[in-house]
């Protein structure tokens, strides 16, 4: 079986994309991908009680992210739209219940859709690209420490 490539998004697409989707599930989705390097299932599973807003992280079993402003004003915003409906970060604005996996790549995929650059990168792209930024600004070790990757030896 031939192996996927990995393919780093193009970042002013992505802020493009990231701007119009200001305020949707599209924006939380591809934010928390983007912005916290969260996989697909870290996505669906992720909980309001690993949100320190205090802290400002994102506090994961095997990890912790530092929530940056603009991920911060986005979740803060969906906190408030659903005031407590739900125990997930990550619901349906229709069924308003968590997303299964497929929803969440469903509706990654239809944002990232709209810019020709991204036509063809996927959810756990931009966990690598997530990885890669941290890499280059702070070094493997930070990168590894908040990604929850580890080098081989």
Not at 75 to 104: F, T
Request: net charge positive; charged share 30%; hydrophobic share 40%.
């Amino acid at each position: 079986m031939p192996r996927e490539s990995i393919q780093f998004p193009d970042e002013h697409a992505m802020a493009r994309v990231l701007n119009r989707s200001r305020g949707t599930v599209p924006e939380v989705i591809l934010r928390l991908a983007w912005d916290l390097g969260l996989s697909r299932d870290e996505i669906c599973q992720l909980k309001w009680s690993r949100i320190s807003f205090e802290e400002k992280a994102a506090i994961l079993p095997d990890r912790r992210i530092p929530l940056e402003a603009e991920i911060c004003r986005c979740l803060l915003n969906r906190r408030e739209k659903y005031a407590g409906e739900s125990e997930y970060v990550v619901i349906s604005d229709r069924l308003h219940r968590q997303m299964y996996p497929e929803s969440v790549s469903r509706i990654a995929r239809t944002a990232l859709d709209t810019e020709s650059l991204l036509t063809n990168i996927r959810l756990i792209d931009l966990r690598y690209g997530f990885i890669l930024r941290q890499i280059k600004e702070h070094g493997w070790p930070y990168a590894s420490r908040v990604s929850g990757i580890q080098a081989p030896t």
